[in-house]
């Protein structure tokens, strides 16, 4: 079975009339593993690049590890797999390496001809525009998920943004078990239990925002001093080791043995973040780095659905 490697790609928040240039400096600068989802509203334009990334000569199908995940109103079982062929159709792919449960969020179902992706709220043109529930046991999503890999369609399947107590209780029905937990983890929130429990049922770990803050600025959902490239502590490290202090938090992802992925729009910066597979941390620079956990997270339902969606509604205790 092809590895998933290390260090990816993330899709998240690339405009898609930047992600043709983007895919295509990406692979040329060596990433392989593009992390996409139809929630980014992106998968046409990234379908394209992978083809012409593919029609340059510069990688084959067979090279690259694409994942996708299921939006949270296609949980019901009779929608995840049409959710799941619309990603490919529009990736231009005949299979995902990786298909993944976005959020453990069930919402109300909207058909792709009226809305694509749906994102968060009904009817945005509703009079009061809300966030709708569907009452859907992640348990019959799991079990739809499972049909992809018989299909040939996923060749592996996972989930995002469960907690410890989901993880068991999916580990108790899963006949197929999830190949992966995405996670936001970085320096302010490590996250230590749940990535070491996932260790424990053999789940690889991936995590999402790896640059902490970075990621979050341009939606206003962090503010500057959130900045952990600017801690003494990695500024430090990065000074002693003449590495970038977001060369340093990444060496941090890796070393943890979780995957991460990054994303820049500037080539620099992308070699730059592949760029640390080349040295390693010492036990106290890893444990400086862990220091800094402050339980920090950004992406947060229990926040932003209240915020932007008007209905609280916490995942995470
Ligand atoms: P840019 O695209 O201008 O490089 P995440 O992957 O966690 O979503 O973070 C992405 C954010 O981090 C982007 O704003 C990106 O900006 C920035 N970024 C990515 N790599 C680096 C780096 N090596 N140094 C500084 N900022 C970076």
């Known amino acids: 079975m092809k590895q998933m490697a290390k260090i990816g790609f993330g ?17 040329k600068a060596g990433y392989r593993h593009f992390d996409c989802a139809a929630d980014y509203g992106n998968e046409k334009a990234v379908g394209n690049g992978l083809k012409s990334a593919i029609d340059l000569g510069l990688v084959t199908r067979e090279d690259l590890w694409i994942t996708s995940k299921l939006w949270n109103t296609y949980h019901h079982p009779d929608h995840v797999e ?4 619309k990603s490919l159709t529009d990736l231009g792919l005949d299979y995902l390496d990786l298909y993944l449960v976005h959020f453990p969020i069930a919402l109300e179902f909207v058909p792709f001809e009226e809305r694509y992706p749906a994102e968060w709220v009904y009817d945005p043109k509703a009079e009061s525009p809300e966030m709708r529930r569907a009452f859907v046991p992640l348990q019959e999503t799991w079990m739809a998920m499972e049909t992809l890999v018989e299909k040939g369609v996923a060749q592996q399947i996972g989930v995002c943004n469960y907690s410890s107590g989901l993880l068991h209780d999916l580990m108790s029905y899963a006949n197929i078990k999830p190949a ?21 049922y053999g789940i690889a770990v991936t995590a999402f925002s790896p640059l902490g803050a970075l990621s979050y600025f341009e939606i206003d959902m962090a503010k500057p001093d959130d900045s952990i490239l600017t801690e003494k502590t990695v500024q430090d490290i990065a000074a002693a080791r003449n590495r970038t202090p977001a060369q340093i938090i990444l060496r941090w992802g890796i070393q943890r043995g979780t995957a991460i ?57």
Request: aromatic share 8%.
């Open 82 to 85: 049409m959710a799941c062929r």
């Open 11 to 27: 899709m998240w928040k690339i405009a898609p009339g930047d992600c043709e240039r983007i895919i295509i400096d990406a692979i």
């Open 261 to 317: 992925i990054p994303k820049s729009s500037n080539p620099g910066r992308m070699r730059e973040n592949l760029d640390i597979t080349n040295f390693s941390l010492s036990s106290d620079e890893m444990a400086a780095v862990s220091g800094l956990n402050a339980n920090h997270r950004f992406n947060d339902p229990g926040e932003f659905c209240e915020q932007a969606f008007g209905l609280f509604n916490p995942i995470y205790d």
């Open 180 to 200: 992966v937990l995405q996670i936001e983890s970085h320096p302010y929130l490590t996250q230590e239990k749940l990535i070491r429990l996932a260790e424990q």
